[in-house]
């Protein structure tokens, strides 16, 4: 034979129903609440305040809580960079990057390089107007990437070193 539930449990026999009756009306009160929400979420359908988020505004916050406003800002900028430069600089330049609050601006050639050192101060307050909240501490400008020399030589050793030196006594 088997012993009661309530001594196999350990349960108290006298406090039994009255912790099934909680149980039981929690639960009817729980169904209530569900109801009485569904029926005023019925009623309210189609008033002003119960529409759904738009799409933008959903994106938004997925790019504000996901940290990628500094990547869409910098794509922006890229996007728009001869609104920033002018349409003459920005076909011989490009935004190549933001790192550690350094954006990097690459030119086609030394000249260019120049031309937009000549703009820094202005390159600078357009992108803080246009593009607030984007942490720039410093603008950096790069030339062309140049060759180089030592592997055209057929040399491996250090700058400046010549085929002479390398190994050996040079006089």
């Not at 209530?32 to 359908?45: I, L, P």
């Not at 246009?130 to 055209?152: M, N, Q, S, Y």
């Amino acid at each position: 034979m088997r012993e009661p539930i309530d001594v196999t449990l350990h349960l108290d026999a006298r406090k039994l129903p009255a912790q099934i009756f909680e149980g039981v009306a929690k639960r009817a009160g729980l169904r209530r609440e569900r109801e009485a929400r569904a029926e005023a979420a019925w009623e309210s359908f189609g008033k002003p305040g119960r529409d759904p988020n738009t799409l933008g505004s959903v994106v938004a916050l997925l790019a504000t809580n996901g940290n990628w406003i500094p990547h869409l800002k910098i794509a922006q900028l890229r996007n728009h960079w001869d609104q920033v430069v002018g349409p003459t600089v920005a076909a011989h330049s490009q935004v190549a990057g933001l790192n550690g609050g350094v954006l990097t601006v690459r030119a086609e050639s030394n000249v260019w390089a120049t031309q937009l050192t000549y703009l820094m101060p202005q390159l600078d307050a357009t992108i803080k107007e246009r593009l607030a909240g984007l942490d720039i501490r410093e603008i950096k400008v790069t030339g062309p990437h140049a060759a180089d020399f030592r592997l055209a030589r057929g040399g491996w050793g250090p700058r400046g070193a010549s085929k002479g030196t390398r190994g050996g006594n040079s006089r």
